[in-house]
């Protein structure tokens, strides 16, 4: 990751790319202060179809490098597309549809962090 990209600007950034393909049901998770934390920030948001959740992919990609210079280091799940995870070294994101988010519930694993709701604009 740049290390000139703060990881809220970068959180910032993911979240409108986001926005950019209508993600819906969008959080992020503050994982700051859990020792045993993979990383420092967790983004997770729902699409409505594998289309859809692809699409979301594709612009968080094409977003964040356009406006932050910032590449994601891995990329998983493009080809079936239930669910898309991004690692941006300090920020996972995950892109699900809904049945797997239901299913996973990431935000109650991670439930000791901060988290953050985004409503729809």
């Known amino acids: 990751m740049n290390k000139d990209i703060s990881t809220k ?11 950019n393909r209508k993600g819906q049901r969008i959080v992020a998770i503050d994982l700051k202060k859990i020792p045993e934390a993979p990383v ?14 692809s699409a979301i992919a594709d612009e968080v990609d094409d977003y964040v490098r356009t406006t932050t210079h910032v590449h994601p280091l891995a990329m998983v799940g493009q080809e079936v597309a239930e669910w898309i995870a991004m690692d941006y070294g ?30 729809e604009e």
């Open 40 to 53: 420092e920030v967790m983004v997770i948001a729902e699409g409505t179809s594998n289309t859809h959740v």
């Open 9 to 19: 600007k970068l959180v910032d950034t993911i979240v409108e790319g986001i926005r």
């Open 90 to 119: 300090t920020v996972f994101v995950h892109i699900m549809q809904r049945e797997p988010r239901a299913f996973y519930d990431i935000e109650h694993l991670w439930a000791d962090g901060k988290i953050k709701e985004y409503g």
